[in-house]
């Protein structure tokens, strides 16, 4: 899950690099994704996955580790 998470994040933002991506990596302040391109980023996780990811949960999605396991817990 990680690998596709990660495939995605670099894909939609050219400035980041695969190698930037971590589970640790902070999407703002690592990564440097504002909160207009999370909502980018939150539609394309959705497109990929065919799932509704729920705004209360957007709001705890600090880290890449946080996309990869709410994506885990609701992929089925």
């Known amino acids: 899950m990680f690998n596709k998470v990660k495939d995605i994040i670099c894909?939609?933002?050219?400035?980041?690099?695969?190698?930037?991506?971590?589970l640790e990596s902070?999407?703002?302040k690592d990564?440097?994704?504002n909160s207009l391109q999370l909502a980018d980023l939150?539609?394309?996780l959705e497109e990929e996955f065919?799932?509704?990811i729920e705004d209360k949960a957007i709001k705890k999605m600090i880290?890449?580790?946080d996309l990869v396991a709410y994506l885990e817990d609701n992929v089925a």
Request: charged share 30%; aromatic share 4%; hydrophobic share 50%.
């Open 11 to 22: 894909k939609n933002f050219n400035n980041v690099k695969p190698a930037d991506v971590t």
């Open 26 to 28: 902070e999407l703002a």
């Open 31 to 33: 990564l440097g994704i």
């Open 42 to 44: 939150i539609l394309a």
């Open 50 to 52: 065919e799932i509704e």
């Open 63 to 65: 880290r890449v580790k």
